[in-house]
């Protein structure tokens, strides 16, 4: 009787142990893979890999964080004119009939430089027609055969390395804008904004536009400002140096939380960032983001856009 009630307690024993072995085989794989899928999904919550082929491809500008000056600026119309004192007109001596026209408008010229030649109607000789200013031709009142006289200039001659900005000042800003205030000038070529100081302020003003003229001596390197032509300049009223700035258009807003996407290696990361002060064009960031990081300056909600694809991605 003892060993048969000891035969039935091993066998129950024996089949418990199967039955929870089995059960344990038959649970769902999911259940051992579960925090590896957390992980991933944390993983990429943390920040998108973007290839630099595949940053090129979207127009993505990579800046490095540092210090930067915010301004309280003005934005000011104006339009680029020719230094008048770097421009000559070029008038015939004696009245005549032309002969040979040598320069064209757009033509480089140096001092001394034939620009035509004019028959004298006094002797019925020739004498030279020339420029005793280097620049370029920007204006041309004269043709083959025609009569010129000393009434009408022949050629305007300008020296473009320097140009006159005229901006339009309202009349509720003339007392916010002073001679020597530096002015940040937009050329509209994609290149760097050009630096000058406004050099002169009119005393009197339009009574059409109700504006007063308010201009800028301007170095002209590589002819990026041409005579003619409209122009925008930020006045800068205040200047104040931070730490550490991004460009505004950096900052984007994931789960109701302003980020910066920071570079690094081939992977961004969204960096929770508080903010400062800000102007037009940078903003102050007094957490998150160190001086010397990379981030997505330009177009950054691509990455935004790459980051919430990957996170739907894995949610299916």
Do not use: C
Request: aromatic share 6%.
């Amino acid at each position: 009787m003892i060993k048969a009630i000891f035969r039935y307690s091993v066998f129950i024993l024996v089949a418990a142990g199967l039955a929870f072995g089995g059960y344990r085989y038959l649970l769902p794989a999911t259940s051992k893979t579960a925090p590896t899928e957390k992980a991933e999904k944390e993983e990429h919550a943390d920040g998108v890999k973007l290839t630099d082929a595949k940053i090129a491809a979207a127009g993505i500008e990579l800046a490095k964080a540092g210090p930067g000056v915010l301004r309280d600026s003005l934005l000011l119309n104006g339009i680029v004119q020719p230094n008048q004192e770097s421009l000559l007109q070029v008038t015939p001596r004696f009245p005549g009939i032309v002969r040979d026209v040598r320069k064209r408008i757009g033509d480089r010229v140096e001092k001394g430089d034939v620009l035509a030649i004019v028959e004298s109607n006094q002797s019925l000789t020739p004498y030279e027609l020339k420029a005793s200013l280097a620049g370029t031709v920007i204006d041309r009142q004269t043709t083959l055969g025609e009569f010129v006289s000393e009434q009408k200039p022949a050629f305007v001659i300008a020296d473009l390395s320097t140009v006159w900005v005229d901006f339009s000042v309202y009349r509720r800003d003339l007392k916010r804008v002073n001679i020597g205030d530096q002015v940040l000038i937009d050329p509209a070529d994609g290149g760097q904004p050009i630096e000058s100081k406004i050099s002169y302020l009119s005393p009197v003003g339009s009574s059409e536009t109700q504006s007063a003229l308010a201009r800028a001596i301007v170095p002209n390197s590589g002819l990026r400002l041409r005579p003619g032509l409209f122009i925008t300049g930020r006045l800068t009223l205040s200047a104040k140096k931070v730490n550490v700035a991004v460009k505004s258009s950096a900052l984007q807003t994931v789960e109701k939380r302003t980020v910066v996407f920071v570079r690094d290696g081939e992977k961004f990361e969204p960096r929770d960032v508080e903010t400062g002060d800000r102007d037009q064009e940078i903003v102050e960031i007094t957490f998150g983001v160190v001086d010397g990081e990379m981030y997505a300056a330009k177009n950054s909600f691509v990455v935004k856009a790459e980051m919430a694809k990957g996170t739907a991605e894995h949610a299916h």
